[in-house]
């Protein structure tokens, strides 16, 4: 046990940017892996369940005792990255350590063939954005900070999403409302493109429901002079606002919180949606069919499966509204697995909306919503509102 504190110890000792602790030892292990990264200034573990992600941060001088604590006796694999090699330590079922190291040629290819290559993004180095500096992707001088080249690249994913779905939008004030806003990362990239890059006014309102973040990032807003920015504590089901909407963004609101959220957007009129659901719980605990029984049998399946079916229906009642639908493929801000981002864009009124899909395609829409609901016993959250609020007829 003490050679493998040892071990684990020299980890630690070479500061990695990643660790990687994996193969439970035994069938009591409560996460099926664990993975640090290094933020500015601390350590976060992402400890994974079957279906949860439990996160702990870890000051830097206590990252050796983290790593003990963990590993003995409980995982058989430890995998580190720092700056020039990787780290990798093998436990056997018996105790038996092996440790050893390997230049990380990842890291040096990235680093050879930087010159032959610059991708251009949308915010680009060399000019200090003070919330990218906060969030530790930026340096005080505007420069990425390596280890945060793959957020950097996924800020930017985003705000193309986002300026692909304003389009040739030409309103003089965009209202923006952010629900389950959280630590707001993205709102504040977000006001800033808008503001600095488009030359744009926009009015954005985050929402969540933990007053004290709400209070953190009222005085962040206060703090980079984002006048037109402001957090609110409220919950996404009943919220009400007497200002217009023309984009709603939702990021991970958990499982029916999207559908209300999305409900919200289709009722203000809402000319933009752009929704990371997460967390699809609702239909996973209906789904059962007498006729397709294999796509609900296994338990892997069947969460992704109803998952699946959890957007896609979102998709489809989002046409029948009278929006342009599109399902992509979205590497989230928090490197947890990849998503799936709804973006839906209508443009005018309700009626002038509904117009541009015909009758007939929305009918289709609709029937292949209740369809699946009617082979698998489905009740979904968004169906169900939009049918009381009439907006499916």
Same mark, same amino acid.
């Given at each position: 046990?003490?050679?493998?504190?040892?071990?684990?110890?020299?980890?630690?000792?070479?500061?990695?940017?990643?660790?990687?602790?994996?193969?439970?030892?035994?069938?009591?292990?409560?996460?099926?892996?664990?993975?640090?990264?290094?933020?500015?200034?601390?350590?976060?573990?992402?400890?994974?369940?079957?279906?949860?992600?439990?996160?702990?941060?870890?000051?830097?001088?206590?990252?050796?005792?983290?790593?003990?604590?963990?590993?003995?006796?409980?995982?058989?694999?430890?995998?580190?990255?720092?700056?020039?090699?990787?780290?990798?330590?093998?436990?056997?079922?018996?105790?038996?350590?092996?440790?050893?190291?390997?230049?990380?040629?990842?890291?040096?290819?990235?680093?050879?063939?930087?010159?032959?290559?610059?991708?251009?993004?949308?915010?680009?180095?060399?000019?200090?954005?003070?919330?990218?500096?906060?969030?530790?992707?930026?340096?005080?001088?505007?420069?990425?900070?390596?280890?945060?080249?793959?957020?950097?690249?996924?800020?930017?994913?985003?705000?193309?999403?986002?300026?692909?779905?304003?389009?040739?939008?030409?309103?003089?004030?965009?209202?923006?409302?952010?629900?389950?806003?959280?630590?707001? /990362?993205? #709102?504040? %990239? &977000?006001?800033?493109?808008?503001?600095?890059?488009?030359?744009? !006014?926009?009015? =954005?309102?985050?929402?969540?429901?933990?007053?004290?973040?709400?209070?953190?990032?009222?005085?962040?807003?206060?703090?980079?002079?984002?006048?037109?920015?402001?957090?609110?504590?409220?919950?996404?089901?009943?919220?009400?606002?007497?200002?217009?909407?023309?984009?709603?963004?939702?990021?991970?609101?958990?499982?029916?919180?999207?559908?209300?959220?999305?409900?919200?957007?289709?009722?203000?009129?809402?000319?933009?949606?752009?929704?990371?659901?997460?967390?699809?719980?609702?239909?996973?605990?209906?789904?059962?069919?007498?006729?397709?029984?294999?796509?609900?049998?296994?338990?892997?399946?069947?969460?992704?499966?109803?998952?699946?079916?959890?957007?896609?229906?979102?998709?489809?009642?989002?046409?029948?509204?009278? /929006?342009? #639908?599109? %399902? &992509?493929?979205?590497?989230?801000?928090?490197?947890?697995?990849? !998503?799936?981002? =709804?973006?839906?864009?209508?443009?005018?009124?309700?009626?002038?909306?509904?117009?541009?899909?015909?009758?007939?395609?929305?009918?289709?829409?609709?029937?292949?919503?209740?369809?699946?609901?009617?082979?698998?016993?489905?009740?979904?959250?968004?169906?169900?509102?939009?049918?009381?609020?009439?907006?499916?007829?």
């Amino acid at each position: 046990m003490e050679e493998q504190k040892e071990k684990l110890s020299a980890i630690a000792q070479a500061k990695p940017y990643k660790i990687i602790i994996s193969k439970p030892a035994g069938g009591e292990i409560p996460y099926r892996r664990i993975v640090i990264e290094r933020k500015e200034s601390y350590y976060q573990a992402a400890a994974y369940t079957e279906k949860q992600v439990f996160h702990e941060n870890i000051p830097p001088e206590k990252l050796a005792e983290y790593l003990g604590k963990t590993a003995v006796g409980q995982y058989l694999q430890v995998n580190a990255w720092d700056d020039a090699a990787e780290h990798i330590y093998l436990c056997s079922q018996k105790g038996k350590v092996t440790y050893k190291t390997k230049k990380n040629v990842q890291t040096a290819a990235k680093a050879s063939g930087s010159h032959n290559r610059k991708k251009q993004y949308i915010l680009e180095e060399g000019t200090p954005i003070e919330p990218l500096v906060d969030m530790g992707v930026f340096t005080p001088e505007g420069k990425v900070v390596r280890t945060m080249y793959d957020k950097f690249r996924q800020i930017n994913r985003f705000l193309e999403m986002v300026g692909d779905a304003v389009g040739d939008d030409t309103s003089e004030t965009l209202h923006i409302i952010d629900f389950g806003c959280g630590k707001s /990362y993205l #709102t504040f %990239v &977000l006001y800033y493109y808008f503001t600095e890059i488009q030359k744009r !006014n926009v009015q =954005i309102a985050g929402l969540d429901l933990k007053a004290d973040v709400i209070k953190n990032c009222n005085a962040a807003a206060k703090k980079y002079g984002y006048e037109n920015l402001h957090f609110e504590v409220g919950d996404i089901n009943g919220y009400r606002t007497d200002a217009p909407v023309d984009m709603v963004v939702t990021l991970h609101a958990c499982d029916t919180a999207t559908d209300y959220a999305l409900y919200n957007a289709i009722m203000w009129n809402a000319r933009m949606i752009l929704s990371v659901p997460c967390c699809q719980h609702e239909l996973n605990g209906q789904i059962q069919s007498e006729d397709l029984g294999l796509m609900t049998r296994y338990g892997i399946i069947k969460e992704r499966f109803a998952a699946l079916a959890t957007d896609a229906i979102r998709a489809n009642l989002l046409e029948c509204c009278g /929006y342009k #639908t599109q %399902v &992509l493929e979205f590497v989230d801000f928090a490197h947890t697995p990849k !998503n799936l981002l =709804i973006r839906a864009v209508k443009k005018g009124g309700s009626d002038a909306a509904r117009a541009i899909v015909p009758a007939a395609v929305r009918k289709r829409y609709l029937g292949e919503v209740e369809r699946m609901m009617e082979e698998f016993h489905l009740d979904p959250t968004l169906y169900r509102l939009l049918k009381e609020a009439g907006r499916l007829g």
